[in-house]
């Protein structure tokens, strides 16, 4: 074959010196400075200009015509090329796209005659090969001097600018993935650089004198780099590789020649061909082409001889495998008649313009050949057809299309976007025609979704009927990958679409949620398909009504005896955790017998949002069951789970006849006697007498042992109303007490003060949350001494504190009637009680009473914050708390304060709330490898309290990638159970020690983890509940750290299967 730049060169020769033996060299002169370069020439990428002769021989040349390569293009290695094809498609296994690279100028005898230039799907950086990167290479080391440092040793810079690594050792070779792991630790550099980078390489085996710790091995080293000079030590990782196999090859015999073609290889690097044959031996005779050349005429054979063809790929590391064809060439006579044969065309290319046109050329190595080897080229038509490989539908075959042309190009348009076409050419000349060529296949590109998508539907989540369960099927014409959805709801359907709510759902998912709707409303969802270009049309909506939302269930239902009374239960509980109705009232279940259908158990009511009730009258020795339901206006909601109590054996009843008589034998006493209980229940062993002033809340008890039934209290407070109550008691039990019974000791000889009485009318105002005033009537006031003074001296004593602490009571002595008081604390139950003192006497203590001061903000931060991992990931994390030792009233809520940079004002820290009395947090999303700072304030009703101390956390890192492709699918087996399956991370060379499979139940919040052995990549979820929306993610563990989470995918057991 002849190359055409070679050619243009060789006829510029011959006419600049001619074709006379005169030499065209040294002896003659031309004028090069007045001459000007003719425009480039694109077909053969040079550029000319004539230069007129200024001296010579009388052999010269009048003029010379100089030619030079067009300076556009890309230079390899001192070769300039230029691109002859478009980008390829993104390669979704090396994340790369190609274009082919054809070569103009040719300044050593290593150019090749094409180079394949690759880069990134996302267009950042190109590849070009070898050649380049070595060229690239020279000039930075050329550049860097003796002061450059070669990876790896120490100060290594990488990555940024001014990010500047110190190294680690090399790992061990890892015998399954043959590779070694090192750590870069950050020496110097911007606060931008990484902390820590690992490098893995492929493992290197140490040879002999590079041990030990003499130099021998380094000064080898060194006289082997010397000797080689600029090309140094190879990398390992550089080794070439064999060419791939052809798959396709194409003879046609003539009587003294054969035309071949072929096709390239998808994938590998090749630098040309070779093209063997011989008379029924194999390569015996061999010739070789570049690797743009696609076709080749093999001349001078022997007519009617069986020749062997085979053909073969060649790289830098060899020839490949090679593919054989047997043909037999014609007779002699064919050559003399007027025969004609046309060769399909040959290099076939696809060029997508856009998403709807695709530019197709080829070149036409069909030549007609008549007697006298004169060349007709007249008259020639092609004929290009093409069909539609994929996005047919299941009663439709692919078809040809045909288009005819007599260019070697043909713009064939009205294609669908995101297709993929075949293309093939033949040329006909008269009644002769070829046979079709070597098919190319390209993909148009990408457009906008031109549907919308497809059974979209709006259902109401049994569970939790302000959640709405949308489920659709993608368009079908989605016009390229369907990059996610976006999701419109509103109550009006009359606003504009930009008026509408919208939730964006990423990746291919078929279904979302859409949580916290309003009862009792009317709602319209409406969902837009995208993709890598933009976004197609909106479906009509679709209409769901929320109805009024019955009460959760109630929490925390538990059960407690009751003092003094062991024939009842007390049982308690806390609000529904979703409340967005007013809770009207609660109905309680009960019955001793739990295989009763629901209709017989006994039922008691609970108005109001009551907490609490007593259930009485119970039969001892019986276990009982229980269950709650919560009320409001839409109705009862679902009970609780049922929770049993015993009620224990029967205590002695209540003792008879309870008296209290004045003591003749002691003064300020009391006899107290009663009769035993009519019902005596278990032996009694005892009796308990209980007696308290009027008011207090305090019992005081005296024990009696056996069967004595009086007792005599003394030292008694005269004038003071006392009540007095008496119980049995056996081994185990104490029976009920017996009805109060009053009485007040009147005799005066009990205390030198029963004169002076105790002040009366009592009173105490809160006045906010740390004042009060009290006042009292001194009741005598106007009664004189018993010699005669006035009443001017008398004091008063006020005692006061908080109820709960008597030992901290506080003393004053004021000289009026009334008293304010200050330094209170807020939200706290206060005691208050006054005496009346006169000279060294004092009366007894007033009335207590009692009152509560006005809540404040929180006095103090919350305690005991800490921070911990969650969930065995790396980007989740728990915080936990205690609540403020001075809450100085009813917490309502929390504000949990983060950031990743300490220095920062606060109004740019992120918040999250937590409503209630929780002490805890899980905080997701988190940067692996990152430390943030936490903070915390709570709030009452009258504010926020002050900030807690700041608490730092440092996430752990996070290896390797996220594990890729998660699909879930209903299993064949059984429709409640879900095949989960996944791909490892594709930029993982670390040996995964096993995965984690999380599923969640997005309606309860529960969590289920399977752990999958490192070599598997399925597993089957079972017990899954209908109607129920899981979400599926999946984690890889490795020996010593963990990979991130990937994306949820969300299923839902199908309706059908369930029918």
């Known amino acids: 074959m002849i190359n055409i730049p070679t050619a243009v060169f060789s006829l510029v020769v011959l006419l600049a010196c001619g074709v006379s033996t005169v030499t065209c060299g040294k002896h003659c002169k031309y004028d090069k400075k007045g001459a000007k370069w003719t425009p480039c020439d694109p077909s053969l990428h040079v550029r000319t200009k004539t230069v007129p002769l200024r001296k010579g021989r009388d052999g010269c040349p009048p003029a010379k015509i100089i030619t030079r390569p067009c300076k556009t293009g890309i230079v390899i290695n001192n070769c300039l090329y230029v691109p002859v094809s478009s980008w390829s498609e993104c390669d979704p296994t090396t994340k790369t796209a190609t274009r082919t690279l054809e070569l103009r100028k040719k300044d050593s005898d290593q150019c090749d005659y094409n180079e394949v230039e690759s880069r990134d799907c996302d267009g950042k950086g190109s590849k070009r090969g070898k050649h380049d990167k070595k060229h690239k290479d020279k000039k930075h080391k ?50 931008t650089c990484k902390q820590e980078k690992v490098q893995e390489r492929k493992c290197r085996h140490k040879k002999k004198g590079h041990k030990g710790k003499n130099n021998k091995g380094k000064k080898g080293r060194k006289g082997k780099n010397k000797k080689k000079g600029k090309k140094g030590k190879k990398d390992p990782d550089d080794t070439p590789v064999a060419p791939p196999k052809l798959t396709e090859m194409r003879v046609w015999p003539l009587a003294s020649s054969v035309e071949v073609s072929w096709k390239p290889p998808d994938q590998g690097t090749v630098r040309g061909y070779q093209i063997g044959y011989g008379i029924s031996i194999p390569d015996v005779y061999s010739v070789e082409v570049n690797a743009s050349v696609l076709h080749y005429s093999i001349e001078n054979l022997e007519p009617e001889q069986e020749y062997i063809v085979s053909l073969r790929a060649r790289n830098k590391a060899g020839l490949g495998s090679p593919l054989y064809e047997t043909v037999r060439t014609g007779r002699a006579e064919a050559s003399g008649n007027s025969g004609q044969l046309l060769l399909a065309p040959v290099g076939v290319r696809a060029i997508t313009v856009s998403a709807y046109s695709i530019v197709v050329s080829w070149a036409d190595s069909s030549v007609l050949k008549l007697r006298g080897g004169v060349e007709d080229t007249t008259g020639k038509v092609y004929t290009v057809r093409y069909m539609q490989l994929n996005h047919l539908s299941k009663d439709d075959k692919p078809k040809f299309v045909m288009r005819n042309t007599t260019e070697s190009l043909v713009y064939i348009e009205g294609l669908m976007p995101y297709t993929h076409y075949e293309f093939a050419v033949r040329v006909s000349q008269g009644s002769a025609r070829s046979v079709w060529s070597m098919a190319v296949t390209n993909t148009t590109f990408a457009s906008v979704p031109s549907s919308k998508p497809a059974d979209f539907t709006a259902d109401i989540v049994r569970s939790d009927p302000t959640t709405v369960t949308l489920t659709w099927q993608p368009p079908d014409e989605p016009n390229g990958p369907i990059t996610g959805y976006v999701i419109f709801y509103s109550k009006d359907p009359i606003l504009p679409d930009d008026a509408w709510a919208a939730s964006a759902v990423n990746g291919n998912r078929l279904s979302t949620l859409i949580k916290d709707l309003d009862p009792n409303s009317a709602y319209f969802f409406k969902i837009q398909a995208r993709n890598n270009v933009g976004f197609g049309p909106i479906t009509s909506p679709v209409t769901v009504t929320v109805p009024d939302v019955l009460p959760s269930a ?76 919560a009320k409001n206006k839409a109705g009862f909601g679902p009970p609780t789970n049922p929770i049993s109590y015993t009620i224990p054996d029967v205590p002695p009843s209540v003792p008879r006849a309870l008296t209290v008589e004045k003591s003749r034998k002691y003064p300020c006493a009391v006899v107290i006697s009663w009769l035993p209980p009519l019902d005596m229940g278990e032996p009694i062993i005892g009796y308990i007498v209980l007696y308290t002033e009027e008011d207090a809340l305090q019992w005081a008890a005296e024990g009696i042992k056996g069967d004595h039934r009086s007792i005599t209290l003394r030292k008694l407070k005269p004038h003071t109303t006392y009540q007095f109550k008496v119980q049995a008691r056996s081994e185990t039990h104490l029976g009920p007490s017996s009805p109060p019974v009053s009485y007040a000791p009147d005799d005066g000889l009990c205390d030198s003060n ?93 009335r207590r009473v009692y009152n509560t001061t006005m809540e404040a903000a929180p006095g103090t931060a919350p305690v005991n914050v800490t921070v911990t991992l969650a969930e065995d990931d790396p980007t989740v994390a728990r915080i936990t708390w205690g609540p403020p030792l001075m809450p100085n009233g009813r917490i309502t809520g929390y504000l949990v304060f983060s950031t990743t940079r300490r220095k920062q004002p606060m109004s740019d820290w992120q918040v999250e709330g937590v409503h209630g009395n929780t002490t805890s947090l899980t905080v997701r999303d988190m940067m692996p490898n990152t430390k943030y700072v936490f903070k915390l304030q709570a709030r009452n009703a009258k504010g926020y309290g002050p900030m807690s101390m700041a608490v730092t956390y440092k996430t752990p890192k996070v290896y390797g990638g996220t594990v890729e492709d998660v699909t879930v699918r209903t299993s064949s087996e059984d429709p409640y159970s879900a095949v989960i399956s996944w791909q490892p991370p594709s930029n993982g060379r670390k040996r995964i020690a096993h995965y984690i499979v999380v599923r969640k139940d997005v309606e309860a919040d529960e969590t289920v983890r399977m752990q999958v052995p490192g070599d598997q990549l399925t597993v089957v979820s079972h017990g899954l509940l209908p109607a129920r929306s899981y979400a599926f993610t999946v984690q890889t563990k490795f020996r010593h750290a963990s990979g991130p989470h990937s994306a949820p995918v969300h299923y839902v057991v199908p309706k059908e299967l369930l029918q």
Not at 144 to 166: A, P, Q, V
Not at 172 to 181: G, I, L, N, Y
Not at 563 to 582: G, T
């Open 142 to 191: 050329h550049r860097k001097g003796k002061k450059g440092k070669e990876k790896g040793e120490k100060g290594l810079k990488t990555g940024k600018k001014g990010c500047r690594y110190k190294k680690g050792p090399w790992s061990d070779c890892d015998s399954a993935t043959k590779q070694q792991v090192r750590t870069l630790e950050l020496k110097k550099g911007p606060s």
């Open 554 to 629: 109630p929490i925390n239902f538990s059960s407690a005896s009751v003092q003094h009374d062991p024939s009842a239960v007390m049982l308690k509980w806390q609000r529904p955790e979703k409340v967005l109705e007013p809770i009207t009232g609660y109905v309680i279940s009960y019955t001793d017998d739990p295989n009763l259908p629901e209709r017989s158990w006994a039922i008691q009511a609970v108005a109001g949002d009551q907490l609490n009730n007593t259930i009485t009258d119970l039969q001892p020795n019986a276990k009982y069951f229980f269950k709650l339901q």
């Open 754 to 846: 029963s004169s002076l009485k105790p002040p009366t009318d009592l009173r105490v105002i809160v006045l906010s949350s740390n004042s009060a005033i009290m006042s009292w009537r001194d009741p005598m006031r106007g009664i004189p001494y018993p010699d005669g003074k006035s009443d001017a001296a008398s004091t008063y004593t006020v005692r006061y504190g908080p109820r709960d602490n008597p030992a901290s009571h506080t003393y004053l002595n004021p000289p009026f009637p009334s008293l304010y008081l200050v330094d209170l604390n807020p939200n706290t139950e206060y005691e208050f009680s006054v005496r009346l003192n006169r000279e060294n006497r004092h009366s007894s203590w007033s």
